[in-house]
């Protein structure tokens, strides 16, 4: 019988075994595990702190995993310490990164062993990347700074404000608090410049907008004025869906520049001395009014005119005087002329005109009539009277040539044919057959 008792004590005190050990295995490797402390360690200190450790374990590694290193540690023993040297740890690497973050690169980890070593290379590489950073933006800073160009960058996708540098408030006369959004651009553009607008419609719409562009146009500063710029640019797009993301681009200031190449396209067609346009711009503008006539079924007339005995006046006055006299000259025919001809200075003492006219040659008698009498009035030199005559020769579109070489030459004959009769003349060519000569008085009617 006490076999029998010795035998059930003996297995009852297994299966309590059982049950303990159960219940610590679930507490190290069970996600839930039971709450019920088994009530044989009840009581038991020993079994009590492991338990209490256990469980802090737990908690302090539940709430680790998930990025807060706030747990409390309370229990006593390895388990516990190293929990609270890992706590220490962790809670130091995130100071440190908070300082990383600050631009702080000072601090280096030395308590980690291979993570140590990991982790202070990476601060290393940082560091040195950062350095690289701050100097191209020193270096971009400085050359923005330097540039006489105005650096901008659109944000399309966001629609925020544009980026521009400080030149732009100097370029343009304005202040940071003027600086327009991207929906007033238009505001800015020249009236009627349909290209710039055309472009920026492109962009706005986000519609096929070029990869990149160059563009000379005009933009209305502050003072009300506009100038010229020259804006270059590039559209950064999304590399999967090809929409446009970023317009970055620069700025500058062309207004110098346009007006030296206006200034010599000017010259290039115009004389230095009389400010008439010149033998170039008048065979342009000669071609042009036989197309013209030719389409409209008008006349116009080809008139050569030669200063007589103009040698004279340079030999007896000097070459200022009869720089002087040509002046004078060229503003007669200038104001003689209507808005529809064209008078023109070829070089030396010899001037020409086109003369447009419909089918009655008697306007263009009264013309050459009033240019010739106002050519004979005196002009005053060093308190002088000079007074200068001119041979006038005159061909006629289309009966006297329908090309520009020839209308020049049989101008050119009648005006020679003038001063073989003696000067003071204008001399019609008479159609390939005769020379009209026709000497006006001092006055016409």
């Known amino acids: 019988m006490e076999k029998i008792e010795e035998k059930h004590n003996a297995n009852g005190h297994e299966d309590e075994l059982g049950r303990i050990l159960q219940y610590f295995h679930a507490l190290v490797f069970s996600a839930n595990p039971a709450q019920d402390v088994p009530e044989s360690i009840k009581g038991v200190q020993k079994a009590e702190e492991i338990v209490f450790t256990l469980m802090e374990a737990r908690r302090a590694l539940s709430m680790a995993s998930k990025g807060d290193f706030s747990y409390k540690i309370t229990s006593k023993g390895f388990i516990s310490g190293t929990l609270k040297a890992l706590q220490a740890n962790l809670n130091h690497l995130g100071w440190m990164a908070h300082r990383i973050a600050d631009g702080d690169m000072q601090h280096r980890v030395s308590f980690m062993g291979e993570f140590s070593n990991a982790f202070n290379s990476m601060v290393e590489q940082l560091s040195e990347t950062l350095k690289k950073l701050h100097k191209e933006e020193e270096r971009w800073q400085l050359a923005m700074l330097c540039s006489r160009d105005v650096v901008w960058e659109i944000d ?42 055309t472009l920026y419609r492109r962009f706005i719409l986000r519609k096929n ?13 502050a003072d009300g004025k506009y100038r010229w710029f020259l804006t270059r640019g590039m559209t950064v797009f999304d590399p999967i869906k090809g929409t446009p993301l970023r317009i970055i681009g620069v700025t500058a200031d062309i207004q110098d520049r346009k007006e030296r190449e206006e200034y010599f396209s000017y010259r290039a067609t115009h004389d230095a001395l009389t400010d008439l346009p010149n033998r170039t711009m008048f065979d342009e503008r000669l071609k042009n009014g036989i197309a013209v006539a030719k389409r409209a079924g008008s006349r116009l007339a080809v008139v050569m005119v030669d200063l007589d005995k103009f040698k004279y006046i340079n030999d007896t006055f000097g070459h200022n005087a009869g720089d002087h006299v040509l002046m004078e000259i060229a503003k007669r025919l200038q104001k003689n002329v209507r808005e529809s001809d064209v008078a023109s200075r070829f070089g030396g003492d010899e001037f020409a005109m086109i003369l447009n006219f419909e089918d009655e040659p008697q306007v263009i008698t009264k013309v050459l009539q009033r240019t010739m ?23 006629v579109y289309p009966s006297d040539g329908e090309s520009l ?41």
Do not use: Q
């Open 156 to 197: 399309l996708e966001s629609g925020a404000p544009p980026y521009y540098s400080l030149r732009i408030f100097e370029l343009f006369g304005i202040t940071p608090e003027d600086a327009p959004n991207i929906g007033d651009w238009p505001k800015f553009f020249h009236a009627g410049d349909h290209v710039t607008l």
């Open 373 to 395: 009498l106002a050519l004979k009035k005196p002009i005053l030199i060093d308190g002088n009277e000079v007074f200068v005559t001119a041979s006038f020769g005159v061909s």
């Open 405 to 445: 070489e020839s209308l020049m030459a049989h101008a050119d004959e009648a005006m020679y044919h003038a001063k073989a009769l003696g000067r003071n003349a204008c001399v019609f060519w008479g159609h390939g057959k005769r020379f009209d000569v026709i000497r006006f008085g001092t006055e016409w009617r």
């Open 209 to 221: 907008p070029p990869s990149s562009f160059k563009l000379d146009h005009k933009l209305r500063c």
